[in-house]
């Protein structure tokens, strides 16, 4: 075997999304908002006065293969590394090679850093003198909102490009091209797909185009060729080589889910809540999570307008501890469903905040005498004791002062007039007691 073909095979093995990744602005797929003809960062590139920037977006919309084009068009030196494994010695031999390359030959040096959120504060203070100084430019890759996830200096030295989810049109397109290109693509081997296949691959990929590809190529080398040796992808291929639409997401996605899984819950809208949680779940979302906000928001949004929400919550949350997913999906949904359409009171919590302000300020605390524990203390405590009133003696309920001194006239929960909380109220009128 001569250089040739070892170079060929080495090609060949590589994954149809490797291999179709694009060479140039031309081919690049998407990503219009930054990319277009005339655009700031086309046009940088274009000229080779690209600064530091990072590329930010969900996985498989084109961050990596952006960074390889700017790597093929510069005339400066390219370094990859990726801060999963990359160390402050890999950084500082980069910065090393960046600074021989300027003074030497008077070269740029780019350094692209996949998954650059992963670099700590040491890592990027190792860095940052560099991109300070223009040693390196800077390009790093990231599914992570860098705002959050890196340190500030860096990121404010940097311009942030946000990449958006491919559209189906994008990958569709993308799909096809790969099936005709002979060079890089699936050409050589006769395949074909019926356009409803092609579709639902794109649709299931939901925005990522390197999962879009994987599906593909499982799909022709599994499918059986004809008598001619060629292979048709159907939609039963399809549907078996991409099960089920990519769900995963990044941080800030999982917090977004979460956020409007909340509001929803307190915003009566069974639906979306449904939604958010399933979502939340087939994502990768332990459901645990799920049933324990649903618990804190019965209490918090339903509270005693409804004191059932509570029950029904706490009881599915174990039923999920017992019976285990995807079982308790039932008695989750159930749960989600109750708490949505029962009433809301949010008196529960203003309550609990009045009074944890009160523990917290209000020194003159002190116990009215006769609440004090008469097991113990003087004879005059054991004296006071006894002007305590026991409520059952008086059919339940007796006008008494319980809170200390300085907060006796202070009411912390006051009762809507949705729901339980309007018998709460009533019962409050008999007694006579403060609203």
């Not at 190792?126 to 390009?139: D, H, K, N, V, W």
């Not at 174990?318 to 749960?335: D, Q, V």
Request: with cysteine; glycine share 6%; hydrophobic share 40%.
């Amino acid at each position: 075997m001569d250089l040739f073909d070892f170079n060929r095979n080495e090609e060949t093995a590589k994954p149809l999304a490797e291999r179709m990744r694009a060479n140039s602005l031309d081919e690049f797929i998407g990503q219009k908002h930054i990319v277009a003809e005339g655009s700031l960062l086309r046009r940088a590139i274009a000229t080779d006065r690209l600064g530091s920037c990072i590329f930010w977006g969900p996985p498989g919309c084109g961050k990596t293969t952006l960074a390889n084009i700017i790597a093929l068009r510069t005339n400066g030196e390219f370094i990859k590394l990726n801060a999963v494994n990359a160390g402050v010695a890999d950084v500082k031999k980069a910065v090393e090679t960046a600074r021989e390359n300027l003074k030497l030959f008077g070269k740029r040096t780019y350094l692209l850093l996949d998954e650059c959120h992963r670099f700590n504060k040491t890592q990027s203070d190792s860095l940052l003198p560099a991109i300070e100084q223009g040693t390196i430019i800077f390009i790093g890759s990231t599914t992570e909102n860098p705002y959050a996830a890196m340190t500030p200096a860096i990121v404010s030295r940097c311009r942030v490009f946000e990449f958006k989810h491919l559209t189906d049109e994008d990958i569709i397109g993308a799909l096809h091209a790969a099936i005709k290109s002979r060079h890089k693509g699936l050409g050589k081997q006769g395949v074909t797909a019926d356009e409803e296949a092609i579709e639902h691959i794109a649709r299931m990929a939901a925005g990522d185009l390197r999962s879009a590809y994987n599906a593909l190529e499982l799909a022709a080398l599994t499918s059986a060729p004809d008598g001619e040796g060629k292979v048709r992808i159907t939609l039963a291929d399809a549907e078996q080589s991409i099960q089920r639409k990519a769900l995963s997401y990044n941080e800030d996605a999982y917090y977004d889910f979460l956020s409007a899984f909340c509001k929803s819950l307190r915003g009566s809208d069974a639906n979306a809540a449904l939604y958010y949680a399933m979502r939340l779940i087939e994502g990768g979302c332990d459901p645990m999570l799920v049933a324990r906000r649903l618990v804190v928001h019965s209490a918090e949004d339903v509270g005693m307008a409804d004191p059932r929400a509570l029950q029904i919550a706490t009881s599915a949350m174990y039923a999920l501890e017992k019976i285990g997913y995807p079982e308790a999906r039932i008695p989750l949904s159930e749960a989600i469903i109750y708490v949505c359409e029962a009433e809301k009171s949010n008196s529960v919590v203003n309550a609990m905040y009045a009074a944890i302000s009160d523990a917290r300020e209000v020194r003159d605390d002190a116990v009215p005498p006769y609440l004090k524990d008469n097991s113990y203390g003087s004879k005059e405590d054991k004296a006071n004791s006894l002007s305590y009133k026991y409520p059952h003696n008086y059919g339940g309920y007796v006008e008494q002062q319980y809170l200390p001194d300085s907060l006796k006239d202070k009411v912390y929960y006051v009762p809507s007039e949705r729901g339980y909380e309007k018998t709460v109220a009533e019962i409050r009128q008999r007694k006579g007691k403060k609203k």
